[in-house]
């Protein structure tokens, strides 16, 4: 099934404890497009780039077979540039600069040969620009939303809206909380869930993710045993493995939904592992599977026997 990615293709400023890097390919939707491109039969992009944008990152985008005809270029203006800056408490992160660029009148448009996309991702925009997609492709099947703290206190409305359109919310604890106006989680969760998305994930940081549907509440383990590098993109990541599940197996069953989320574990998982979106450029599906396997065993309970 073929994928539709919307969302930020950027440069970024990155410093970590680790080491610096003062401009790398970056954005929502590159990561969420190159790791999707692993699973998904074809991943079509949506975003805006500037005359900046060097060769070398489109030629990433076309090694991992990722369309681009719906990627703008705009000669007026540079790549969107945002710097971040993580001190050693990873989950945290500051950001020293947001240059919006050509990104500033990014209008999003859905080229004819996208119209038809099963699976959508909707990345970190502005929320009525991910509605202004949903208004221009035909009948996705399944919908899956990012969103961000800046949206939820500017732009509450039109997140409102485009909440009711959508299948899957992928947000971290702290947003679920402040969305939702409430501290306790399974019932910050409820809340959300009322506000139109069936099915919430929602993501601890290193901590693990929880799966929110209809009827069950699937709580996906963290990862300890890698060293993590750089966290630029781990939630987008996240998104991208399990969304380019999703639209490869084509089976929304709760137990597929479940797999779903231990693949975007563990793409995000290999995206910390370097620099960017170094790791992501050519892993074999055996290092895939493999990490798929170190999860699952990772919380595996045999029955009691009683
Ligand atoms: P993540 O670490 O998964 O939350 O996403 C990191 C990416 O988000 C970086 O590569 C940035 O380029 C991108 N980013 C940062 N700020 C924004 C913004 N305001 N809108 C869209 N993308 C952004």
Redesign the pocket.
Known sequence: MSLLVV??V?Y?GIETPFGEKERIL???A??ISLTSSYFAEQVNLVGVVGKDFADEDIELFKSRKVDLTGLQIDLSGNT?F?K?KYHYDLNNRD?LD?QLNV?EHFDPVIPDSYKNATYIAL???EPSLQLKVLDQVEKPKFVVMDT?N?WIDGALDSLKNTLKKIDLLVINDSEARELAGEPNLLKAAELVRAMGPQSLIIKKGEHGALLFTENEIFSAPAYPVIDIFD???????FLGGLLGWLSYTDDLSPQNMRRSVIFGSVMASFCVEKFGPERLKNLSEKEIYDRYREFRDLSFVPEVGL
Not at 231 to 237: E, L, R
């Open positions: 969302g930020s950027a970024d970056g954005g929502s590159t990561y969107f945002w971040g950001t947001t990104f990345g970190n925009i961000m800046f966290p630029t993109g781990a939630g987008d990541s």
